[in-house]
């Protein structure tokens, strides 16, 4: 495989080739995202809420998102690797926002710096891009909004995206400042397929969707927890991804004890066949 480079990706988009990234918390995970030719796995600071069981996305620390960075940059070769800020250096300002991109780039080998909210912050992009910090660049209506403005989270998707139609001059304006103001990559959130199409013709950087992407756009971001079925709540479930690995661990975890309360010799053990 060969080693991603942010001008591959603007090859990519005008060559109309999918983007495909994944978001990632650990070596694992980014080893294997990497191993199917991943473009960008992303360290998001989600990591909190969707993996570490706490309540909210705003908890995690910047030191929290140095550690979860460094095992995943630990498991990528070739992709590059992005990370989130935690809730608070954008928001103190351009000095404190250059300071901590600095910082993940120092400590934790990012190639890319994901700001979320970004259209709020155009200052703080082009700082970071004249500090030499790769910035892909968040707009549209954010889970982190959406919620402020009383939308359930499963209900998100589609509610955002209504609602950013009715925004669409707005998005557009939005994504040409942002690449003015020196992203390298947008992340389009809860385009939808009216607004998403006319944002990715606007601008010549690669407009990217996670939360309320779709087909439309330059590429997509999914939570590798998600695609595979990584949540205790989906033992006894279906599949709503692509697996249901939470089944497949409980099932395996279940004969392990099994084994031992019969006395049985376990799998998997050390030295032992």
Sequence with gaps: MTKVTIPALHDKKRRGEKIFGIVAWDTHMAAIADGVG????????????NLWGRDTMFEITM????????AVRRGVKNALVSADFPYGPLQKGVDAAVRAGIRLVKEAGIDLLKLDGAAEYPEAVTALARAGIPVWAQFGLT???????????????????DVVSGMADRMIAEAKMLEKAGAVLLDFTNSGPEVGPRVVEAVKIPVIGGFGGGPWLDGRVRLAQAAVGYDAALVGQEAKGYANVAQVMHDALAECAADVRAARQIKGQPGRT
């Design 38 to 49: 991943a473009d960008i796995v992303s360290v998001g600071d989600t990591v909190g809420k």
């Design 63 to 70: 030191d929290e998102m140095v550690i979860v960075t460094r």
């Design 143 to 161: 889970p982190q909004t959406a919620l402020a403005m009383g939308i359930p989270y499963e209900n998100q998707a589609k509610a955002g995206s």
